[in-house]
């Protein structure tokens, strides 16, 4: 059975950093797409990085060069290391995860999800 869990949501200031963990169970994140997206109040549920089965990593622009997705496989873990933080980051942050490749950077793509952690960024 996959289970996603997440956890390191908090509330920062602007300019600051959090790190994400999602710890994954049933299956072995180094065979799988992997995946965080992010909710934000009234809004649908937005791609923010993506690691292919292959390595290969990729990020929504609005994150690039700020937000760094990571795996530990010993851990069986997905991590996401967020800096610079803006209050246009708030959301609820979710893991996803899917057998692949290829790959997606819809949320369609994806069949298992975590409850999600609550990222909150005041300025």
């Known amino acids: 059975q996959v289970q996603l869990v997440e956890s390191g949501g908090d509330s920062v200031q602007s300019g600051g950093s959090l790190r994400l963990s999602c710890a994954a169970s049933?299956?072995?994140?180094?065979?799988?797409?992997m995946a965080w997206f992010r909710q934000a109040p009234e809004t649908g549920r937005e791609g923010v990085a993506f690691?292919?089965?292959?390595?290969?990593?990729s990020y929504a622009d609005s994150v690039k060069g700020r937000f760094t997705i990571s795996k530990d496989n010993a851990k069986n873990t997905l991590y996401l290391e967020m800096n610079k933080l803006k209050p246009e980051d708030t959301a609820v942050y979710y893991c996803?995860?899917?057998?692949?490749?290829?790959?997606?950077?819809?949320?369609?793509?994806?069949?298992?999800w975590g409850q999600g952690t609550q990222v909150t960024v005041s300025s």
């Open positions: 996803a995860a899917e057998s692949g490749p290829p790959c997606g950077s819809w949320e369609a793509d994806y069949n298992y």
């Open positions: 049933g299956f072995r994140v180094f065979a799988y797409c």
């Open positions: 690691w292919q089965s292959d390595g290969v990593r």
